[in-house]
């Protein structure tokens, strides 16, 4: 007799993103396994309510209060109960008919509902990375408590599963491949002209527009090489990140006698997010399957850090430790959006991130505030800088 299926109830912070979608779909193909029973977004009205139509979760939850005023009165006679405002997604977190949340908010707005999902107990697929970039002190001290936090990075899922039944002090380093985005191989001249519009055209992952500009400056890997030292445990010194502009091989460990273990499929979302909705089981049919012959070559290549100043910017923070990767992290956010309104060139971002460290003297993280107190000096320098219009 078959064994019978357990369902999961799964809440999708971020529902109507890039990500969010992608995690419906998975939904879709695993219906019997997973259950959504909370669904959040911040301002898309339309397609939230769409997608409680369709999945009927019990709780709804609009991060903007006027957009949750106009879900309200939409979805009037449903059942659906519409949630409003940060506590709204504090109650989605931490919803008690979700076993998993997955957290696939944008930016460090993500960060109270990360702790709220692991100070419940939740199984935590954590997409959004800038919660840990601000707050890893505190995600790790949330996950000794209770919890338990499975990596949707693709970068760092590959790592997750390299580690499976490994010893961590085997790991001589971990390495995270980088496509190198839309601008791979430009020089610095060739940088100042680009636009929003070439930004955004990544040539391998089709993304959010804020992760988009984070790839093309290689921001991105920045976050993620701070993301790997928190949920890895490995110091900055060996964390390294190399060149890979076919997205196959999607992060390696390097263990101490030399070899190398790496993770590799077509680029696709949606198996790493499968992967931390299903952990410790694999799901099949696969979304695609991976024919190497077909692909051809693979290539890798060291990572042009004198072009792309970010990365450095971002290994410079984490070493600085304390509050210094908020303010990485909240200035990016404040330049990047400054980029995408057009009120900035391609090369301030890193510009504007650089200014605000160098004004900045960290200090330890003992709680929340101490991450939102950082947050707001960085937004409020990083916007001083946009508005002066003096940055490189
Ligand atoms: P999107 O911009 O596509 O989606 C963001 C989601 O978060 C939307 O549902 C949005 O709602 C919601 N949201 C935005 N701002 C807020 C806020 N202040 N409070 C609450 N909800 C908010 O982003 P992505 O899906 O691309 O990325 C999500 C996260 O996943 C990021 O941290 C990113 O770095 C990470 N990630 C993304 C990958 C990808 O392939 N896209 C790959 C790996 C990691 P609304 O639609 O209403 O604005």
Redesign the pocket.
């Known amino acids: 007799m078959a064994a019978c299926k357990e369902t999961r109830g799964l809440a999708v912070?971020?529902?109507?993103?890039?990500?969010?979608t992608q995690a419906l779909e998975v939904v879709d193909a695993h219906p019997d396994r997973l259950r959504v029973v909370a669904l959040?977004?911040?301002?898309?009205v339309d397609?939230?309510e769409s997608q409680a139509r369709r999945y009927r979760p019990p709780l709804v939850c609009m991060?903007d209060a006027a957009a949750a005023g106009e879900l309200s009165r939409r979805l009037e006679g449903t059942g659906i109960e519409v949630a409003a405002g940060p506590d709204g997604?504090l109650e989605a977190a931490a919803y008690p008919l979700a076993d998993t949340v997955l957290n696939?908010?944008?930016?460090s707005?993500?960060l109270p509902p990360t702790l709220a999902a692991l100070g419940a107990g939740k199984r935590l697929a954590l997409?959004?990375?800038?919660s840990m970039v601000a707050g890893g002190e505190l995600v790790l001290s949330a996950l000794r408590t209770g919890g338990e936090l499975i990596p949707?990075?693709?970068e760092h899922g590959a790592i997750f599963h390299c580690l499976r039944g490994e010893d961590v002090n085997d790991v001589e380093a971990v390495i995270l491949t980088a496509s190198g985005g839309p601008f791979y191989g430009r020089s610095r001249e060739e940088l100042a002209e680009v636009t929003v519009e070439d930004a955004l055209a990544h040539p391998t992952?089709s993304?959010?527009?804020?992760?988009s500009v984070?790839s093309a400056t290689l921001m991105?890997k920045g976050l993620e090489v701070i993301e790997a030292h928190f949920l890895f445990a490995v110091p900055y010194e060996r964390i390294k990140v190399l060149a890979h502009p076919q997205s196959v091989v999607h992060s390696l460990v390097e263990f101490k006698d030399g070899s190398l273990a790496a993770q590799l499929s077509v680029p696709d979302?949606r198996l790493p997010i499968a992967l931390a909705l299903s952990y410790p089981e694999r799901w099949g049919p696969p979304f695609l399957r991976t024919d190497l012959a077909k692909l051809g070559g693979l290539s890798f290549a060291a990572v042009d850090v004198e072009t792309f100043g970010c990365l450095e910017l971002a290994y410079r923070a984490g070493k600085e430790g304390g509050t210094a990767t908020a303010v990485l992290n909240a200035a990016n956010e404040v330049a990047v959006e400054a980029f995408l309104q057009r009120r900035i060139a391609f090369l301030e971002i890193e510009g504007i991130i650089r200014k605000a460290l160098d004004a900045y003297r960290p200090s330890p993280v003992r709680c929340l505030d101490d991450v939102l107190a950082a947050e707001e000096w960085a937004r409020a320098k990083a916007a001083r800088l946009v508005d002066s219009g003096r940055v490189c």
């Open positions: 912070l971020g529902s109507t993103g890039s990500i969010g959040t977004a911040q301002r898309n397609l939230l991060a997604l696939a908010i944008v930016g707005a993500g997409a959004n990375k800038e949707v990075d693709s992952w993304m959010g527009r804020k992760i984070d991105n979302m």
